[in-house]
């Protein structure tokens, strides 16, 4: 293993720093990376490149070709430029292209160069011009910094939401800030820039000029800065190859070093990792490559071609046209295990393990002195720790090996986290094949998340193996393999050059009854592309029927949208489509839809109850029905009309409508309640007291009552009050009115129908209801 | 506290926790304090899953009942409307938020519908203008509410009207749902009450059945009048009655009434008798305590004693006032002539005792009750009979009822007999509806809780169970309403073995409504030790024949 630490470099005492290969690449650049504008999205996202012809004196006539590569040099788009000059691209979060033109128009691709929207960084950026751009992340986002011609900074600092930001002026300022960068503090993006000797700090509200602490005197001039990928560190580089690193607040310094070169570099980066112990920052120039931190000496790399950084999480990718590696410190649980002569348990585990594979006894003693010092499961852990940061999978799998040998002479050591990291390394090796191209670290992986990796896989649209990783990693299908399958039928609608049946179908067989796939979303999306009858035919297969009907509205198949409510059972889906078909169609076409519908129709006829009672009469007169048409006038004479001679005349209708419905019945009580009405307002005229609206068997009590006899008797008879009730009802109200003699005369005068003698005892009063 | 509700076979009380959580999630959307505006009619249900204390936590402040104008004076950041979504509270609601607009600082409203979010209420909003005023507008699926151990209902009005409309988004959230859950249930039992009219509109007489007869249970609790209740001390002399309700919770929390809720009435007396020289006993034990672990271990036991004790005392109050409904001679009389309807009697003629109420125009809905009775139990009146009585109840109670007989009619309670065909008896005879022999005290068949008429219903899911519906088909046809059988076939895994001796579970939903009886009727069911079969019940509502009618009467003013 000797050989392992050959490209180990130390930098000062304790850190090592280490750079490999992450692919050779064979992309067929037309052009040299320095000749075009260069983007590359952090997280082994892609690259594009973009032939700058706009830099030269004379425009070239040939139109420039944005090309977009993955990490690994495959080719993912190539498409002629045909906007205006560019000044500088850029990768959003969402892996979207930003493409910062001249005039502060900003065009947004997507990874397989599909356009899909602008947006201008306004009218001031428009007439000044753009001089210089900067794409930068926060964690709302992604934001777009501009210099504009009149030396001015426009910022949004996010592009989903854009809210555009003119940063105050720097006063006295009347050239181009020799170098400047975006700082986010505090959520607040901020811009940095030097002019001359000076440095100046711009947020929303001011201006201020900034000293660097510590800063070594003679500098004229910041010729170059760069900030970390986490914002807190910044490091300038002067006119005299001094570099100043420190705190972005600008109140700490870490180191100084002085690299006596007065070439301005070509790039600037920081080299770090979440609990680095070494800051380090890389400086490129055309041939030079050097990786300066708080040491005397720094590490020098020599560079055979044009290459390009691009600053990580934990650590710089470089790549030029003939490949691509990776440079970081070394992390340190592989620095124990591999540093020459490391005691470290892990080493030991190693070594024990390699000993054991040999049949040699040495892996009992290796073994035992771990167990003494009883470092075994910090040796394990050491093991798992370090198989995550190794690049090549035959380290990956010695290390698990050993860690796997040493677990076996622990008791309870728990396995996930072995489990957890061979899963995690099979995944991270499935997406750094080049032909997938996606050369993520352990520690970057681990800070984007599986469901960011997934979308990435699915923005590649590399469907399949984004299923397999799904069921490997076994999550959850709603998460998971539904979601990537509502992706790859969201894209299979877009292939104009199948037909309907033949994606519908396709789709379906795919897709089948899997559980949290919504077919109405992907026909939502054939919908947006212009294909109705495929969304029509997708919506076929949505099982949720509420789900179908929004889409069908907005398609306009309302008459489609209103069966499909109707098989919902939802009602008040149905109520929606209904109200949306009585604004579309006119009232008779309306009319005639319902007929076919009956549950639509008694739907709408409660509707109309509460809502509408004319149109509901209308209702049940095209329906010739009769009976409710009845019904519908008995209640209108109790609603509308005070006057009785209106009563009259609604229940009159009403009578006429029951006999068109062949109740009799029904007509004869309503004739019956017209001659009624009538008599009551007589007899209040005559007799006053209230009579309007008692019952016909109250009206005779209250005659009773009130010692209208005569009239009581001939009421009865119009009426046919039949005998039995006639008697109870005199009988009660002459017991009420405690007039014995009239009752003894009335219980004299006729054979009693009811055989009240048997009830009577103490007293003639009837048993009172119960209840009452 | 709601210990009770997972008692049962399937435990119910995780049902309860999920709705709280959901409401508990809801109110921590809207940061800060609170007042919520009730829609009165949801406050019973809501008061089942969640007290006062629950909502305090989450800085509810204030509580209001929906009404028109303007809301009361609050001093709380959101303003919460808790509603049905139903047009006109929308009007009233634009009309609250309308007019808290033009005063006082800006609050922020929210608007949670029960149980479910409806786009035409949104769009009622939007035309008055104030969606855009509402930051929350979420669903709250209160669907089925559980009232107890084995019993969940839906408690939505008009319930009865809507009963096809449920069918169906019942069976398409039954099948929406994904089958990767473990199953609870063996069998779901969907029961359509226009198979089974009848049995609401018999007079219950169980315990609690006769409680909801005569008092009315809402929401599990029930208002009984004070009088008996009031504390007896001596020498008070009755001089302050206490002149509001008593209102009592009734569930099977409550030991005592766990044991007599199903009980036929008249067994009732004499468990209470028992109970109470049992507790006299226990009382008496502090005599015989020598020892101070004797005292103590009495004392111990004292508060469940007096909690048994009061427990008791309620019981023996309610069962007195009961008794002297029962006793009644008229409630002799209605009985009997219920009882003459149900086993077939004539059927066919107008009734004397019926003719006697109107006559004395007795309550409306007790009328209305006895004549759809007799009607369903002779498969219709004749056309003679059923005008005699229409005109009757025409003349007596006012000619605006004409619209209540007819949505009668339209239920199908109340009709003429077609084709001169009574399918009554045959159904009676095969389904063994009326059993002459009835047990009170010690009950052998389901009959016993309308002493004497099995209800129908539950006699169905008694026979499905066992030997199947194959062996009724005859009646299945003549019974109104299509009826199907569908098995849905559970993935290998998912099957469980069944224990020897365990009983399977059937899920039984009443579509429409379900009265006490029939409950105690299945609960007799499930305890039966050869009966194989247990039951969770679930309906749309909690009803009885009162209530029943009561929710297709019409009043035009």
């Not at chain 1, 984007?448 to 590399?462: A, E, P, Y």
């Not at chain 1, 029904?666 to 001659?675: G, L």
């Not at chain 2, 929406?176 to 226009?194: A, E, T």
């Amino acid at each position: 293993m000797d050989c392992y630490t050959a490209n180990w470099n130390p930098l000062g005492d304790s850190a090592f720093y280490r750079k490999y290969e992450l692919y050779s690449m064979d992309w067929d650049l037309k052009e040299e990376l320095r000749d075009c504008l260069v983007a590359a999205a952090p997280y082994g996202g892609p690259i594009a490149l973009l032939r700058n012809p706009w830099r030269k004196e004379k425009a070239a006539s040939v139109r420039p070709v944005l090309e977009i590569y993955s990490a690994s040099g495959m080719p993912l788009a190539s498409l002629l430029w045909k906007s205006g000059p560019v000044v500088s691209l850029g990768w959003s979060a969402e892996e979207e292209l930003l493409c910062v033109q001249e005039d502060g128009v900003v065009l947004v691709y997507g990874l397989h160069g599909d356009f899909r929207r602008h947006f201008s960084m306004g009218n001031e950026v428009l007439q000044n011009r753009v001089l210089d751009a900067r794409i930068f992340h926060t964690e709302f986002g992604s934001g777009v910094a501009i210099l504009t011609g009149a030396h001015r900074f426009t910022l949004s600092a996010n592009v989903g939401d854009l809210k555009l930001r003119r940063m105050p002026e720097v006063p006295g300022l009347q050239s181009a800030p020799s170098c400047w960068t975006t700082l986010c503090q505090d959520r607040v993006a901020h811009i940095l820039l030097a002019v001359g000797p000076d440095l100046y700090l711009l947020d929303h509200a001011a201006c201020s000029s900034v000293t660097p602490p510590g800063l070594a005197p003679g500098v004229s001039s910041f010729l170059q800065m760069a900030v970390s990928f986490t914002y807190r560190h910044l490091a300038l580089f002067t006119d005299t190859g001094y570099i100043w690193m420190g705190t972005t607040s600008l109140k700490e310094k870490l180191c100084e070093f002085n690299c006596n070169i007065r070439a301005p570099p070509k790039q600037m980066v920081w080299c770090s990792r979440p609990r680095s112990k070494e800051r380090a920052v890389v400086v490129a120039w055309e041939r030079r490559l050097m990786v300066v931190g708080d040491a005397p000496e720094s590490i020098q790399f020599v560079l055979d071609e044009d290459s390009y950084l691009v600053p990580e999480l934990d650590g710089v990718r470089i790549f030029s046209r003939s490949t691509h590696e990776f440079l970081h410190e070394v992390p340190v649980a592989s620095e124990e295990i591999f540093k020459i002569a490391s005691m470290a348990p892990g080493a030991l585990l190693l070594e024990a393990q390699k000993e054991y594979e040999k049949e040699s006894q040495k892996a009992d003693e290796y073994l035992r002195e771990i167990q003494e010092l009883g470092q075994l499961t910090q040796a394990v852990q050491q093991c798992i720790e370090a198989a995550g940061h190794e690049h090549r999978p035959d380290m990956q799998k010695s290390l698990l090996r050993a860690a796997s040998f040493g677990k076996c002479f622990l008791d309870r050591f728990p396995p996930d986290s072995f489990v957890r990291m061979c899963q995690d390394l099979r995944v991270l090796n499935a997406v750094r094949d080049y032909h997938i191209g996606i050369p993520l670290t352990y520690s970057q992986y681990k800070q984007l998340t599986i469901q960011v990796l997934l979308d990435r896989l699915v923005l590649r649209r590399l469907y399949p193996l984004a299923i397999q990783i799904c069921e490997y990693l076994r999550l959850p299908e709603v998460q998971g393999v539904s979601r990537i399958l509502a992706h790859w039928a969201c894209y299979k609608v877009q292939q104009k050059d199948v037909s309907d049946e033949d994606v519908a179908r396709a789709i379906n067989q795919k897709l089948g009854d899997t559980p949290g796939v919504s077919y109405s979303d992907i026909a939502a999306r054939a919908y947006g592309c212009g294909r109705t009858e495929l969304a029509i035919k997708l919506l076929e297969y949505e099982p949720r029927s509420g789900e179908q009907v929004p889409l069908l509205l907005k398609m306009k198949r309302s008459k489609l949208a209103l069966s499909k409510a109707i098989e919902s059972g939802d009602t008040d889906l149905v109520f929606t489509v209904l109200l949306h078909l009585k604004n579309e169609l006119n009232r008779g076409d309306f009319f005639m839809t319902l007929r076919n519908q009956p549950m639509a129709l008694s739907l709408y006829r409660q509707f109309c109850k509460y809502q509408e009672l004319e149109t509901l009469k209308d209702l049940y007169n095209q329906d010739d029905n009769h009976q409710e048409l009845g019904s519908f006038h008995i209640r209108a004479s109790y609603a509308a009309e005070e006057r009785i001679e209106g009563r009259v005349a609604a229940l009159q209708t009403a009578a006429d409508a029951f006999y068109k419905a062949k109740n009799e019945f029904a007509a004869k009580a309503t004739e019956d309640q017209m001659r009624l009405l009538r008599l009551q307002r007589r007899l209040e005229d005559e007799l006053g007291g209230r009579f309007l609206d008692l019952s016909l068997h109250d009206t005779v009590t209250t005659l009773i009552l009130g010692g209208h006899n005569k009239r009581a008797e001939q009421l009865a008879r119009d009426f046919r009050i039949p005998d039995k009730r006639l008697w109870w009802l005199k009988l009660t109200a002459l017991a009420d009115l405690e007039d014995w003699e009239e009752l003894e005369k009335f219980s004299k005068s006729k054979k009693s129908p009811i055989g009240y003698l048997v009830r009577q005892g103490p007293s003639l009063h009837p048993i009172p209801p119960s209840g009452e | 506290m709601a210990a009770h509700l997972s008692y049962g076979r399937v435990n119910l009380n995780v049902l309860r926790e999920a709705v709280r959580r959901e409401l508990r999630e809801f109110l921590d959307k809207c940061a800060g304090s609170k007042a919520i505006v009730w829609d009165e009619y949801l406050t019973g249900p809501f008061g089942l899953i969640a007290q006062y204390s629950l909502l305090k936590e989450h800085e509810v402040e204030k509580m209001f009942t929906l009404k028109g104008s303007r809301l009361p004076a609050a001093d709380v950041k959101n303003i919460i409307f808790f509603v049905r979504p139903r047009l006109e509270l929308m009007d009233i609601i634009a009309e609250n938020v309308l007019s808290e607009d033009r005063r006082g600082p800006a609050r922020d409203f929210h608007i949670l519908f029960v149980p479910r979010r409806s786009l035409l209420c949104e769009q009622r909003l939007k035309d008055l203008g104030v969606l855009g005023s509402f930051i929350h507008r979420e669903e709250y699926s209160l669907d089925l509410i559980p009232f107890d151990g084995d019993l969940l209902s839906m408690e939505s009005e008009g319930a009865f009207k809507q009963v096809a409309n449920m069918m169906i988004r019942m069976k398409r959230e039954f099948t929406g749902s994904q089958n990767s859950i473990f199953p609870v249930f063996d069998n779901l039992l969907l029961l359509d009450r226009n198979v089974d009219l009848l049995t609401p509109l018999a007079t219950q007489l169980t315990y609690e059945g006769l409680i909801d007869e005569i008092y009315g249970i809402q929401n599990s609790y029930v208002k009984l009048p004070p009088e008996k209740f009031a504390p007896k001390k001596q020498g008070d002399g009755g001089k302050d009655l206490p002149t509001e309700a008593k209102k009592l919770q009734l569930n099977s929390a409550e030991e005592l009434y766990a044991e007599i809720r199903d009980k036929n009435f008249n067994a009732v007396g004499s468990v209470l008798s028992k109970k109470a020289k049992v507790i006299s006993a226990a009382f008496e034990e502090r005599h015989n305590a020598k020892t101070v672990g004797e005292i103590k271990q009495f004392v111990s036991q004292l508060p469940h004693m007096q909690a048994a004790r009061g427990s008791l005392a309620n019981h023996t109050s309610i069962a007195e006032l009961i008794k002297d409904v029962t006793t009644s001679e008229d409630f002799f009389d209605k009985l009997t002539v219920e009882q003459e309807f149900m086993s077939g009697i004539d059927t066919d003629k107008v009734n004397s005792y019926v003719e006697e109420c109107i006559a004395q125009k007795h309550p409306l809905i007790k009328v209305l009750r006895l004549v759809c009775l007799q009607s369903v139990c002779n498969s219709g009146l004749k056309q003679k009979v059923l005008d005699y009585y229409k005109r009757e109840i025409l003349q007596t109670y006012g000619y605006e009822h004409i619209l209540t007989l007819h949505n009668l009619e339209k239920a199908g309670l109340l009709k003429p007999q077609l084709g001169g065909r009574n399918n009554y008896p045959t159904i009676r005879k095969t389904l063994r509806l009326w059993m002459d022999d009835v047990n009170e005290q010690n009950p052998t068949d389901i009959s016993y809780v309308y002493s004497g008429y099995a209800p129908l219903s539950v006699r169905l899911a008694q026979l499905l169970s066992r030997p199947g519906w194959r062996s009724i088909e005859e009646v299945l046809r003549i019974l109104p309403g299509p009826h199907f059988e569908e098995r849905q076939p559970l993935p290998t895994g998912l099957q469980k073995k069944r224990q020897p001796g365990e009983n399977r579970i059937t899920l039984i939903f009443f579509l429409g409504g379900v009265t006490f009886a029939e409950i105690a009727a299945l609960r007799f069911l499930s305890q039966l030790e050869d009966g194989g079969t247990e039951y969770v019940i679930a309906t749309t509502k909690l009803m009885n024949g009162a209530s029943w009618i009561e929710s297709l009467m019409e009043k035009p003013f």
